[in-house]
DNA sequence: ATTATGATTGGCT
DNA sequence: GCCAATCATAATC
């Protein structure tokens, strides 16, 4: 079973998912943009929902591939991932922040009125809020809508960094950034060399 | 520019 | 009861 969808193989590690999803446009209802950042998180990960194995709220973590994992964050934003690997694996990708291209209007609408639309998808609870995420889509496949996705164009650089947020695994450079984006939530540090 | 704080709720110890 | 894959706002350097 192959799980491919606009060029990136769900089937594969986290990591990899989280690097192949950079410059992916991603649509809900017909409202997104471009992927500019990622972050992987697995199982064998203290960092994941899914570390402690399958319980109610991390269930579409251990589904199949290529489907959406909703969770509630701080009590407050609505966050979205994509599985990867395997069902029963318990891994997927935390979308951190898009660029705005479509439906602009309907984000500011629901963002309220940042005054600049790098901000409009600029973190994973901005984005959620911006293109209408809850937890009625948990669990839902990302082959059908109101899901669209559509293939990078064009070769895509990436950078890399270590996760924000987290308590455990800090070490782990496990978030993926477009080079060059202005819509980060949070810059990445410049390559160390 | 960096640092602090309140909001708000479900999941877990 | 405590803490969390966050964000907006306020205060201070």
Known sequence: MTATLAGVDFATDAPQVARALIGVLVLVDGVGGRIVETEAYDREDPASHSHGGPRPRNASMF??????????????????????????????????????????????????????????????????????????????????????????EGPVDVVTGPRIGISKAVDLPWRYGLAGSRFFSRPFRPTPR
């Not at 891994?91 to 629901?110: H, N, Q, T």
């Not at 973190?123 to 293109?131: D, I, K, S, T, Y």
């Open 63 to 152: 589904g199949p591939p290529a489907y959406v994992y909703v969770y509630r964050s701080y009590g407050i934003h609505w966050c979205m991932n994509f599985v990867c690997r395997e069902a029963g694996h318990g891994a997927g990708v935390l979308i951190r922040a898009i660029e705005p291209l479509f439906g602009l209007d309907r984000m500011r609408a629901r963002r309220g009125s940042p005054l600049d639309d790098r901000l409009l998808c600029a973190g994973p609870g901005r984005v959620g809020q911006a293109l209408g995420i809850t937890r009625a889509l948990d669990g839902l496949p990302l082959d059908a809508p109101p899901f669209e996705l559509r293939p990078a």
